[in-house]
């Protein structure tokens, strides 16, 4: 087997590793202008790369080569000496004047008519199905995968760092990247061994059970396992667009938008693995855009890809990531059948896009192997799932990762697991371990105690004035079966303190069946959300809102409790049952109520709601993918749909509650990825309630009264504005990705990302629920005309913050209505 075939940019290389040849340079023509996508390749060998968009290329190799040929459309071949270590290299192109009149020459573009690689491409798309796993009806195979991070551009000034004070001895395991020839530290290990199974015929399915799992570095906090693995999801080369970081790429054999987005080349042929191949390179067309540079080979009779190698183009609309490396091999079953074998990413992140900022390295590499076909597995294999609470998976010998490594570790590598453990015995390490789990979970770790959220500590509004929240959890490693949790609050304005508590226990960890319960007395803004939930700890809205437009003192003493049991007998698809007592009282009376008539001659009114309530949810959830096995887990993604059903009782007279009454809700959220044309969220939302209820138990269209962009709420709608009892709520969001910024030459370089957006909601109060109801300041009006508001923003603006711009479409004539208003919202997003 040849050796994987190199790509990247790069001019600073710190010469340390085992490779026999490792170049470096920048390729220009003769008037100094970089020549960008030049091919450069060892001479006697099929190992290149490809320069970068500022003419920029590494390239190296285990083998003793000593030319290197560097050629580009319209140029005239060059064919260098070069030594074992030779960097910096300035390499001068001269024009070929008979190439003058037929393509050209600065901007790289080739002609697609009569083109032979676009020719192959065809031939890809028209076998694509007819390769690898798609042939069979049931397919299974092992995977092994391995994870990676890694500190990259480790210099002399570095090592000498004060950082550094004291755990010098890390800098023994430095490595060198032999993609990009940088010098870099691993920290992070993290490998698992998969058993896979899948089935083509009568409807797709998929099961993968982990087997064997194996941390070093931060495995006691889930969160940041959980990035990690978020980072890296499975993709296939013969999709149209490459999901990566929440961005899609152009595929370079995308069928859908290959040929309108890259320039092709078929630069040259050679048997691989004894099968006769062809080598096409690729770059592309216009910068800025989500697309690749490299080359691929592909079988010259079955047209199947046997080895792809892809470079992320460095001045693509992506944040906090400077390159993006992706190599593909894949082995040969017999004549016709080609199945993927290994599986190699690498990330450069990094706050900088400069060449020698420094940054860290995400690695992943999965292996393949014992793949097996049509063995038969009835349907209910597939919708049985393994658990992954069991210690053993985790706890495996290592004699037994010595079998199971379909890869072995390299000396590095193998160093790491000791390295860290001793790593971890230093008092300042631990002060930096800390200060990375304090921004990654929002805690202070203090032995089996958390204290946190630290972003609720501080809070402002109408009643409490300035607020102070403190709060805390038990924590025995994340995996634990059990929590209590709680906080406490006070108000420097209204002098009182407020506190929350609750406790979970998981008694069955396969089901996930949990019992739970908890108490909160607290000031909340409630009607801030269409789909209600008795969430005890739950964060109120009024204590966030530092930066508030208009009146705020609309706000709700609350004394809520609730018990409920929960289970999980389907991965992601839970049942609850609860049941929950609430009292509601204005806590401003001055200015705002929530009272209501208690005889129909309106004659006797109460300014306090008590209510007992049951209630009943199903919650679905496919493809969110978490991390942990305890009784709570992190989320990896937050990419999937949701699916989301209660039906809740009102019970008058159960501990004096007041109101007999059903409501039924539902929630629709989904994410939908159009190919080059960025995401769009989607969020439905329809609900009843049945029976005559005050106004706190209606149904208040969300409004948002304060200068920030907050999902799920109306941006031109106050407070109570819109007042319902059945409702149906529609929002629509999409983000380009900048797609269209991409393409004006002076905004290309600000990365900027345009927003669209539509929300609207229907809704009816009945007249019977207006008679009951005494407030004195809240004008009862439903949307019964259906209101609707539109946006356009700007996102990406400074990589951290959007500018969003609202207009109302209707009720514009409404008293005090706002019909136009500019929002932000900062985040942190690829």
């Known amino acids: 087997m040849r050796k994987n075939k190199l790509l990247s940019l790069l001019l600073f290389v710190v010469s340390v590793g085992f490779a026999q040849v490792k170049v470096s340079g920048v390729v220009i023509d003769e008037q100094n202008e970089t020549v960008p996508f030049a091919n450069i390749i060892f001479v006697g060998s099929t190992t290149g790369t490809v320069s970068d968009e500022n003419g920029k290329f590494y390239l190296e190799s285990d083998k003793t080569y000593s030319?290197?040929?560097?050629?580009?459309?319209?140029?005239?071949?060059?064919?260098?000496?070069?030594?074992?270590?030779?960097?910096?290299?300035?390499?001068?192109?001269?024009?070929?004047?008979?190439?003058?009149?037929?393509?050209?020459?600065?901007?790289?573009?080739?002609?697609?008519?009569?083109?032979?690689?676009?020719?192959?491409?065809?031939?890809?798309?028209?076998?694509?199905?007819?390769?690898?796993?798609?042939?069979?009806?049931?397919?299974?195979?092992?995977?092994?995968?391995?994870?990676?991070?890694?500190?990259?551009?480790?210099?002399?000034?570095?090592?000498?760092?004060?950082?550094?004070?004291?755990?010098?001895?890390?800098?023994?395991?430095?490595?060198?990247?032999r993609i990009t020839g940088k010098a870099f530290l691993p920290i992070f290990i993290n490998e698992s061994v998969y058993k896979s199974y899948g089935k083509n015929k009568e409807g797709k399915s998929f099961r993968e059970d982990l087997i064997a799992n194996k941390n070093s570095g931060f495995e006691s906090n889930q969160n940041v396992i959980a990035f990690i693995k978020d980072l890296y999801v499975d993709y296939n080369v013969y999709d149209s667009y490459i999901k990566i970081f929440d961005k899609s790429f152009v595929s370079p054999i995308s069928k859908a938008a290959g040929i309108s987005t890259y320039n092709y080349i078929l630069r040259d042929s050679a048997f691989i693995d004894n099968k006769w191949c062809y080598n096409i390179l690729y770059y592309p067309r216009r910068k800025n855009e989500l697309t690749f540079k490299g080359d691929f080979w592909v079988n010259d009779t079955t047209f199947a890809v046997k080895e792809i190698n892809m470079q992320a183009n460095r001045s693509a609309n992506i944040n906090w990531v400077k390159d993006i490396y992706i190599e593909q091999e894949f082995d040969v079953l017999n004549d016709s059948v080609f199945l993927l074998k290994r599986d190699y990413m690498l990330s450069d992140f990094s706050f900088k896009k400069k060449e020698k900022a420094k940054g860290m390295y995400g690695r992943r590499t999965t292996m393949y192997k014992d793949y097996q076909f049509n063995k038969e597995k009835e349907a209910k294999f597939y919708a049985k799932e393994i658990n992954v609470y069991d210690d053993e998976i985790y706890n495996k010998k290592d004699d037994y990762w010595s079998v199971n490594r379909q890869e072995e570790l390299n000396k590095n590598e193998e160093g790491i697991y000791k390295m860290l453990d001793t790593l971890k015995t230093v008092p300042k390490f631990k002060k930096i371990y800390n200060l990375v789990s304090i921004l990654g979970s929002g805690y202070v770790e203090f032995n089996n105690f958390d204290y946190g959220p630290i972003f609720s500590t501080f809070g402002k509004n109408d009643v409490e004035g300035w607020r102070i929240r403190v709060g805390g959890r038990t924590f025995l490693g994340g995996n634990e079966p059990w929590r209590i949790q709680g906080y406490t609050a006070y108000g420097f304005k209204d002098n009182k303190f407020k506190y929350g508590a609750s406790g979970k226990w998981m008694l069955n960890p396969k089901s996930r069946f949990i019992i739970g319960a908890g108490n909160r007395r607290d000031?909340?803004?409630?009607?801030?959300?269409?789909?209600?939930?008795?969430?005890?700890?739950?964060?109120s809205?009024?204590?966030?809102?530092?930066?508030?437009?208009?009146?705020?003192?609309?706000?709700?003493?609350?004394?809520?409790?609730?018990?409920?049991?929960?289970?999980?007998?389907?991965?992601?698809?839970?049942?609850?049952?609860?049941?929950?007592?609430?009292?509601?009282?204005?806590?401003?009376?001055?200015?705002?109520?929530?009272?209501?008539?208690?005889?129909?001659?309106?004659?006797?009114?109460?300014?306090?709601?008590?209510?007992?309530?049951l209630d009943f949810s199903i919650r679905y959830t496919p493809n969110r993918k978490n991390i942990g096995y305890g009784v709570e887990r992190n989320e990896v993604t937050d990419t999937y749909s949701t699916l989301f059903l209660n039906y809740s009782r009102g019970i008058k007279g159960v501990f004096n509650s007041d109101f007999d009454y059903e409501k039924v809700q539902f929630y629709y959220r989904q994410p939908i990825l159009i190919g080059g044309f960025g995401r769009m969220f989607t969020t439905f939302e329809v609900g009843k309630t049945f029976g005559e209820v005050p106004l706190g138990l209606l149904s208040v269209v969300p409004g948002n009264q304060s200068y920030f962009t907050i999902e799920g709420t109306y941006s031109l709608l106050d407070y109570y504005e819109f007042v319902t009892d059945t409702y149906v709520s529609l929002h629509l969001e999409h983000n380009f990705n900048g797609r269209f910024f991409s393409r004006i030459p002076l905004l290309r370089k600000l990365n900027l990302r345009e927003l669209v957006g539509v929300k609207a909601v229907w809704g009816e109060l009945s007249d019977k629920n207006?008679?009951?109801?005494?407030?004195?300041?809240?004008?009862?009006?439903?949307?019964?005309?259906?209101?609707?508001?539109?946006?356009?923003?700007?996102?990406?603006?400074?990589?951290?913050?959007?500018?969003?711009?609202?207009?109302?479409?209707?009720?514009?004539?409404?008293?005090?209505?706002n019909n136009f208003a500019i929002k932000g919202a900062f985040g942190f997003h690829f």
């Open 770 to 817: 207006i008679a009951l109801n005494a407030t004195n300041n809240i004008n009862y009006m439903a949307p019964t005309k259906g209101y609707f508001e539109y946006s356009v923003g700007v996102g990406n603006i400074f990589k951290v913050f959007r500018l969003d711009f609202s207009w109302r479409g209707n009720y514009r004539d409404t008293p005090g209505a």
């Open 541 to 613: 809205f009024a204590s966030s809102s530092l930066f508030a437009s208009g009146d705020n003192s609309k706000l709700t003493s609350i004394n809520l409790s609730n018990v409920y049991m929960s289970m999980e007998p389907v991965n992601n698809l839970e049942f609850r049952l609860g049941s929950s007592y609430r009292t509601l009282e204005s806590a401003s009376p001055e200015t705002f109520n929530l009272d209501y008539w208690v005889d129909e001659a309106q004659t006797i009114k109460k300014s306090e709601l008590a209510q007992s309530e």
């Open 523 to 539: 000031v909340e803004q409630i009607g801030v959300s269409l789909t209600t939930t008795n969430d005890v700890l739950g964060r």
């Open 67 to 177: 030319q290197v040929e560097i050629s580009f459309l319209g140029f005239e071949t060059k064919i260098i000496t070069v030594k074992n270590r030779d960097f910096n290299l300035i390499i001068t192109l001269k024009e070929e004047a008979s190439r003058l009149d037929e393509v050209f020459i600065y901007s790289g573009k080739v002609k697609k008519k009569g083109n032979p690689a676009i020719a192959i491409l065809k031939k890809i798309w028209e076998k694509k199905r007819e390769n690898g796993i798609y042939l069979f009806d049931q397919y299974q195979y092992e995977k092994y995968e391995k994870l990676e991070f890694d500190l990259n551009n480790i210099d002399s000034a570095m090592k000498k760092s004060k950082l550094f004070k004291g755990m010098e001895f890390v800098f023994d395991a430095i490595d060198t990247s």
